[in-house]
């Protein structure tokens, strides 16, 4: 219902906007709202910024984390699993906590109101991820990585030709949900962000809000287009979401 009326709102003319009773469904499509909210504003500049962080951010966080997975996974080493339990435990700091250290940081690499912020520590890993994809490769058999061996493989070789096809489902699931997190981001940017031409959409989306909070149907109009994107991504990754879900919570 609520995305019924998101987009019913966004297609309705200014008349039909309040009216009482609501009318449930418009008497004429107006597409053209669509076009005019999105040209209001440099829109284009901030979905391209948007896309730069989330692919950038996606393909950090595959190649970080499953490396850091299969090293947990796999290796064994003195400290590994105190180790791991110090990778958890950063899960329950929250952001607010780090927030302003981490400015701080940026600051003085002089990133501010750059896309680095945002890019940059998404190439070091996540904890959430990191078990995830540890998980999941603990359920793929040793033997396989033993066969590779004698083979004369590697273990990074091992890594890419064996881990990796297997890990696709993890991978993917990882891969939906970065692209969640990073495309409906608002505070990182507003943070680390000053310039309106390194906006993301959702920080494009705060201040067309805030000059044009009365024109609800140019307001639904773009919260339709930003919300189509992971829409339609975890739609066609639900299946593996599901799978990916089922082998974390086997032992």
């Known amino acids: 219902m609520p ?12 008349e039909e906007l309040y009216m009482f009773p609501p009318k449930w469904f418009p008497s004429e499509f107006h ?15 901030y979905l391209k910024n948007s896309l730069l962080v989330t692919i950038l951010c996606n393909i950090g966080s595959l190649i970080s984390s499953s490396i850091v997975a299969y090293g947990f ?45 945002l890019i940059v520590p998404a190439w070091f890993g ?6 995830l994809l540890r998980q999941f490769i603990l359920t793929i058999p040793r033997e396989l990585d033993e066969a590779a061996r ?5 273990d990074l070789k091992i890594f890419v030709r064996v881990i990796v096809p297997l890990l696709m489902p993890g ?26 031409s390194q906006y993301t959409l959702t920080l494009g989306l705060a ?3 805030g000059v044009r909070g ?28 599901v799978e990916e879900i089922a082998h974390t919570a086997i032992k």
């Open 3 to 14: 995305f019924y009326w998101l987009l019913t709102t966004a297609l309705k003319s200014p």
């Open 31 to 45: 597409f053209e709202n669509f076009v005019s909210a999105w040209t209001v504003q440099p829109f284009n500049v």
């Open 73 to 117: 996974a796999r290796f064994q080493f003195k400290g590994r699993e105190i180790l791991f339990l110090v990778v958890l435990a950063t899960m329950m700091i929250p952001w607010d906590v780090t927030m302003i250290p981490l400015y701080m940081e940026f600051n003085f690499l002089g990133w501010i109101n750059t896309l680095k912020p």
């Open 126 to 131: 996540s904890a959430f991820y990191i078990f």
């Open 150 to 154: 004698m083979d004369g493989a590697g």
């Open 171 to 196: 991978l993917i699931l990882v891969s939906v949900f970065n692209m969640l997190g990073t495309w409906n981001d608002y505070l990182g940017p507003l943070i680390f962000l000053n310039d309106a």
């Open 207 to 209: 201040q067309f809000k």
């Open 214 to 241: 009365v024109e609800m149907d140019s307001i639904m109009a773009i919260t339709a287009i930003i919300c189509l994107p992971p829409l339609a991504v975890f739609f066609f990754a639900q299946k593996y979401i």
